[in-house]
């Protein structure tokens, strides 16, 4: 199983960027389908980005299409959400999961075997 570590959020006002990272350990990584998902106050859990084991193939949610960047370093082991144009109601909390052995991506959060415990992304108005 992979253990996730998230960071990299904050505060940001509207308009601004920022830059979320993943860190993973386990050597099953390289291997793995990876995905972010967010959260906010009263809500369901959505999905936000996915890429497959190579980095190949990638797949957003369409409020963030054009906005966000997932990405990944298998050298690394570690994940990337690059996100700029930030509007206020993409506040949540961020979540890094994986699909140990995933072959393609994933978009549902049920399809994911090991997730990180979150990081807070706040955008002001």
């Known amino acids: 199983q992979v253990q996730l570590v998230e960071s990299g959020g904050g505060l940001v006002q509207a308009g601004g960027s920022l830059r979320l990272s993943c860190a993973a350990s386990?050597?099953?990584?390289?291997?793995?389908?990876m995905g972010w998902f967010r959260q906010a106050p009263g809500k369901e859990r959505e999905f936000v980005a996915a890429?497959?084991?190579?980095?190949?193939?990638?797949d957003y949610a369409d409020s963030v299409k054009g906005r966000f960047t997932i990405s990944r370093d298998n050298v690394k082991n570690t994940v990337y959400l690059q996100m700029n144009s930030l509007k206020p109601e993409d506040t949540a909390v961020y979540y890094c999961?994986?699909?140990?052995?995933?072959?393609?991506?994933?978009?549902?959060?049920?399809?994911?075997?090991?997730w990180g415990q979150g990081t807070q992304v706040t955008v002001s108005s």
């Open positions: 999961a994986a699909r140990v052995g995933g072959t393609v991506y994933y978009l549902k959060p049920n399809e994911y075997h090991s």
């Open positions: 386990g050597r099953t990584f390289r291997n793995s389908a």
């Open positions: 890429i497959n084991w190579s980095g190949g193939s990638t």
